[in-house]
């Protein structure tokens, strides 16, 4: 009996053909939702493209789910940039403008950033100490989530955070902005459980990678990160809060003057729980001497783990030192040691 092979539909939007022009003056940010409208409608695997040659303004704008599509890919092959900072509080509530793109409740979404770039224009939200700075892209409650080839800069804030997302993988991410731009992180990741970042870049003026509260099985791997403040759990516990993160592993990653390689941080008189964390197979520099930072609030801290880590200060005559208060775990064949402050 002959058999027909399967085809796989695949319907295809362009964000050209729902008005958008382009041209990096022109407000596209409608032409993106009416796209995203279809390609969420779609009841076959469904692409938004986002050409190549392309620079699209966008400000405040979310893509939102659940979708009648058996897959969503998002095509970002050409440039994407946040409006002034002027333009981008013009009009819209402080809530609104806490981001540049979000992407929410969309289930087995794959972004693929291949030539692609989003800048956030952030310098002139830098020198405002007082202004709601607004990250540039947040997943929010997306399961079985891809991300590849993504490069983003000079987010006002955040680059990428992850809220509430169960299953996401992000590969081969690029994330740059100066070592002086306040509040940059790379990834900000909470709520959220089995997140893999890997084979990425992330040089910023804050945390390359910050993991918060409420999340677990969270691996990073062969990361690249400085300048910043390196890979850090937390802040945990502000307010008060009840928070805990645990099941985090990192690995085989590399630091570049970085303010510390590992860092826990929790605030005091807080219900934090911090637990089965694994740092392993670090080396690089930091640019000070204080190269691992382990700060828990009392007895708080459990099954921590440093194991095959080398990094130096490259303050002259300034050898690098580990810190760590109210850490229970071990370090093995770790430089600089922590053996003394770790608690059995």
Not at 182 to 208: E, H, K, R, Y
Not at 211 to 235: D, Q
Not at 259 to 274: C, D, P, S, Y
Not at 282 to 296: E, P
Request: proline letters at 3%.
């Amino acid at each position: 009996m002959h058999r027909w092979p399967i085809q796989i539909q695949n319907s295809s939007y362009n964000v050209m053909d729902f008005g958008a022009h382009g041209d990096g003056n022109s407000d596209d940010s409608q032409a993106f939702l009416s796209a995203w409208q279809k390609t969420c409608e779609t009841q076959v695997t469904a692409t938004l493209v986002i050409p190549a040659k392309g620079v699209f303004m966008v400000k405040n704008i979310i893509l939102k789910g659940p979708c009648k599509a058996t897959q969503i890919n998002i095509q970002l092959h050409g440039k994407i940039i946040a409006p002034s900072k002027d333009a981008w509080e013009k009009g819209v509530t402080i809530e609104d403008n806490s981001f540049l793109i979000m992407i929410s409740n969309v289930n087995g979404l794959v972004v693929d950033g291949t030539g692609g770039q989003i800048d956030g224009l952030g310098s002139d939200w830098w020198k405002c100490s007082t202004c709601q700075r607004p990250e540039v892209i947040s997943f929010k409650g997306c399961n079985d989530l891809k991300v590849n080839k993504l490069t983003i800069i000079n987010s006002p804030r955040v680059h990428i955070s992850v809220n509430s997302c169960k299953g996401a993988i992000f590969s081969n991410i690029n994330i740059y902005a100066p070592h002086d731009s306040p509040n940059t992180d790379g990834f900000d990741i909470s709520a959220s459980n089995n997140v893999l970042i890997q084979d990425s870049n992330i040089q910023t003026g804050d945390d390359c990678i910050a993991i918060i509260g409420g999340s677990s099985y969270i691996n990073v791997t062969r990361v690249f990160c400085g300048p910043g403040h390196g890979i850090s759990i937390g802040s945990l516990g502000r307010n008060g809060a009840h928070e805990t993160v645990e099941n985090v592993y990192v690995r085989n990653c590399t630091f570049k003057n970085t303010q510390n390689g590992a860092r826990i941080k929790t605030f005091k008189n807080a219900g934090i729980q911090v637990s089965d964390v694994t740092f392993r197979g670090f080396h690089g520099t930091s640019a000070n001497d204080l190269a691992i930072n382990l700060a828990c609030n009392s007895l708080s801290c459990f099954n921590i783990v440093l194991d095959n880590i080398k990094i130096v200060s490259s303050l002259p005559r300034k050898p690098a030192y580990c810190s760590c208060s109210n850490v229970h775990g071990r370090s093995t064949s770790t430089e600089p040691s922590c053996s003394k402050c770790l608690l059995k």
